[in-house]
T-cell receptor, first 113, second 113 residues
Framework: QKEVEQDPGPLSVPEGAIVSLNCTYS??????FMWYRQYSRKGPELLMY????GNKEDGRFTAQVDKSSKYISLFIRDSQPSDSATYLC?????????????FGQGTILTVHP | DSGVTQTPKHLITATGQRVTLRCSPR?????VYWYQQSLDQGLQFLIQ???????AKGNILERFSAQQFPDLHSELNLSSLELGDSALYFC????????????FGPGTRLTVT
């Protein structure tokens, strides 16, 4: 079993839709939860991070963590064609492993006009 | 532009050969991370260096090695190359000893024929 599972999609939605991206993880020691966005032919870039259960909002993006279920989500409201990219969840155990990120497989998202 | 540079952009080589990938971190960043991204394995952490010292190791093969030089640039050496080593290799950097906030370079696409 992989430490982080993410549905690879692909996911295709119309402009303006609400998008939900999800990951599950197996190790309860994980402490930090991130979402990275990767455009085609580019390196990943950090989109959002959180280290506690609950919601964190940044503009059209909301990251949600449920540590009891080992489940993390990213919601995108009013999705735009420019949001078309691969979204990768990433998890960090912290402590001596701080910075050693474990990534999900990535979900390919296409937002069409 | 993340400020992390990687050379070369593309590399095509034959099985059994050895190659060196180069990375320059963002100005001021002391940590360098190497990742491998392939279709079947996703984005996987290989190794981290902090200020010239190896700090963390992931699923890095014995045929692979890395180092970080006094000017903080890093090199990833891949030897006895196999077809399965074909992948995108990313370098990322961060300021401290370890961070989930990593800045990724554009990657080097390695093709082994």
């Amino acid at each position: 079993q992989k430490e982080v599972e993410q549905d690879p999609g692909p996911l295709s939605v119309p402009e303006g839709a609400i998008v939900s991206l999800n990951c599950t993880y197996s190790n309860s020691a994980f402490q930090y939860f991130m979402w990275y966005r990767q455009y085609s032919r580019k390196g990943p870039e950090l989109l959002m991070y959180t280290y506690s259960s609950g919601n964190k909002e940044d503009g059209r993006f909301t990251a949600q963590v449920d540590k009891s279920s080992k489940y993390i989500s990213l919601f995108i409201r009013d999705s735009q064609p420019s949001d078309s990219a691969t979204y990768l969840c990433a998890i960090d155990a912290g402590g001596t492993s701080y910075g050693k990120l474990t990534f999900g497989q990535g979900t390919i998202l296409t937002v069409h006009p | 532009d993340s400020g992390v540079t990687q050379t070369p952009k593309h590399l095509i080589t034959a099985t059994g050969q050895r190659v060196t990938l180069r990375c320059s971190p963002r100005s001021g960043d002391l940590s360098v991370y190497w990742y491998q991204q392939s279709l079947d394995q996703g984005l996987q952490f290989l190794i981290q260096y902090y200020n010239g010292e190896e700090r963390a190791k992931g699923n890095i093969l014995e045929r692979f090695s890395a180092q970080q030089f006094p000017d903080l640039h890093s090199e990833l050496n891949l030897s006895s190359l196999e077809l399965g080593d074909s992948a995108l290799y990313f370098c990322a950097s961060s300021h401290g000893t370890g961070s989930y906030e990593q800045y990724f370079g554009p990657g080097t696409r390695l093709t082994v024929t």
